[in-house]
């Protein structure tokens, strides 16, 4: 049987691996910072890694029934890959 490590994570610099591109679908202007400079790696492979996203978005809004206008804005968050 093998022996199991005796760290189940380990912290690694943020600049050290390599991080997948976020991408919002009607982004106009998107800002992402790390939450922190690490990421942590679980022994299964997992990655815990934090950041902050600051963006405008594109929503169109039906003004018909205006000033009794209601109305959603959804975003969606990709994650991009290249193989």
């Known amino acids: 049987m093998q022996e199991r490590s005796r760290y189940p994570t380990i912290v690694?610099?943020?600049d050290k691996?390599?991080?997948p591109r976020i991408v919002l679908d009607n982004a106009i202007e998107t800002t992402i910072e790390p939450y922190t400079n690490d990421v942590?790696?679980?022994r299964d492979g997992t990655v815990d890694h934090a950041v902050v996203l600051f963006?405008?978005?594109s929503?169109?809004?039906?003004?018909?029934n205006y000033p009794f206008v209601t109305g959603s804005c959804p975003v969606a968050i990709n994650g991009w890959s290249q193989k």
């Open 17 to 19: 691996i390599w991080i």
């Open 12 to 14: 690694l610099p943020v």
């Open 40 to 42: 942590q790696v679980r």
């Open 55 to 57: 963006t405008t978005v």
């Open 59 to 64: 929503c169109e809004i039906n003004l018909f």
